[in-house]
């Protein structure tokens, strides 16, 4: 266990396990810039059986960590995907071995700009190397290697998570032999991309950014930070859920204030959202995390047919999208199902009804729940898992 500062308040917490990798030989980032013996920070969950082919790998989404399930140590709160995983449950851990990883760039314990350059002594800040969806994967790559784990049962993610996921399948084919991208696509959209820029733009106005050295000066953009959250909280519902949720209810009082109080409840959440988000999470790593979401693209700019990434796949593929997300929407996950289909890849599709929005794949849908434990079970059956 290591102590580590976070968000607006610098807390000093314990978190789980760390790991140095590229020990013996440096990483190569896409950027071109050479790393080694970077932290990453993980938890498992379950255990490894004797046969080392009941390992999952759990990719967190954007802002997401490696605490899946129990007690977070930063937020008090259960993990974020506590009804998904543990004993019983759809990643059942009494029968799988479970790993999820902080990605680089994030801010619980890996390899960050918020983590110390021994170079100079001090935060990395922006002199961090810019990384991507691909480094991200090499560097959980490593980690299996650390682990022993020549091949994975299954990679599951969704959101940036899906992302990885699709990175793991069509760069390490041969390293697992299921995987479950959802809601998510080949590439990010326009849209997404000025969402995202949107964000980073907030977060670089708020003066206590201080072009990212706020640690040295002891200062933080909280505002800046809450206002890219709330601008993303946006989008990870639907308009449907936002209606029926708040409405046009006002918060605590009768009448409008004509101010600019949190007059409607809509407005009240989301500032509750912005101010819980900046005391856990880093302002620079939203920053890498947004560009590296905002580079992938699986065809590398159109340079390569999407049909070509995954010609000869052996993986076996479930893809899930949500009729209410807009972020990433089920026209998304058809072309990479089309895609799929064209190169006679084994690869079931389903769209579920649902007016939660994006973060559907974080809530209690049953019917995901579902679409879950029978691509698990049945691929495992197929692989041999005992």
């Known amino acids: 266990m290591v102590k580590s500062f976070f968000g607006a308040n610098y807390r000093e917490v314990e978190i789980g396990e760390i790991v140095t990798l590229a020990r013996n030989e440096p990483l190569t980032l896409e950027c071109g810039v050479k790393v080694s013996n970077f932290p990453l920070a993980f938890q498992t969950y379950g255990t490894l059986n004797a046969k080392r082919n009941n390992a999952i790998l759990v990719c967190h989404a954007l802002t997401g960590d490696q605490y899946l399930c129990g007690t977070h140590p930063v937020t008090g709160k259960s993990g974020w995907w506590d009804r998904m995983v543990g004993a019983g449950k759809p990643i059942d851990t009494n029968r799988f071995f479970v790993i999820c990883s902080n990605v680089i760039g994030s801010c619980l314990g890996s390899f960050g700009p918020k983590e110390t350059d021994p170079a100079t002594g001090k935060p990395y800040g922006l002199s961090f190397p810019f990384i991507t969806v691909t480094d991200m994967v090499k560097a959980q790559a490593l980690l299996l290697d650390h682990f022993g784990i020549e091949k994975l049962f299954a990679v599951i993610g969704g959101s940036m998570g899906g992302m990885q996921v699709l990175e793991w399948a069509t760069r ?20 997404n991309i000025a969402f995202h820029e ?14 990212g050295e706020y640690v040295a000066q002891h200062k933080y953009p909280a505002k800046g930070l809450a206002v890219a959250r709330m601008a993303a909280h946006v989008t990870y519902l639907s308009q449907e859920m936002l209606q029926e949720k708040f409405g046009r209810n006002l918060q605590d009082r009768e009448d409008y204030t004509y101010g600019f109080d949190a007059d409607f409840k809509v407005e009240s959440y989301l500032r509750h959202q912005g101010a819980n988000f900046v005391d856990r999470f880093d302002a620079n790593s939203y920053l890498y995390l947004t560009r590296a979401a905002s580079y992938f693209d699986l065809t590398q700019g159109g340079k390569i047919k999407l049909t070509d990434v995954f010609a000869g796949t052996k993986v076996r593929y479930c893809v899930v999208s949500f009729s209410s997300d807009w972020l990433y929407s089920s026209v998304e996950s058809r072309n990479l199902v089309r895609a799929l289909n064209a190169v006679a890849a084994n690869v079931s599709f389903t769209e579920i009804n649902c007016d939660k929005g994006h973060d559907s794949f974080l809530l209690d849908v049953p019917e995901f729940d579902s679409v879950i434990t029978g691509f698990i079970q049945g691929s495992a059956s197929l692989y041999g898992v005992d």
């Open 198 to 211: 949107i964000g980073r733009q907030a977060i670089m106005a708020d003066p206590d950014w201080c072009d």
């Open 172 to 191: 390490y084919p041969e390293r697992l032999h299921a995987a479950a991208p959802i809601a998510t696509a080949t590439r990010q959209s326009a849209q």
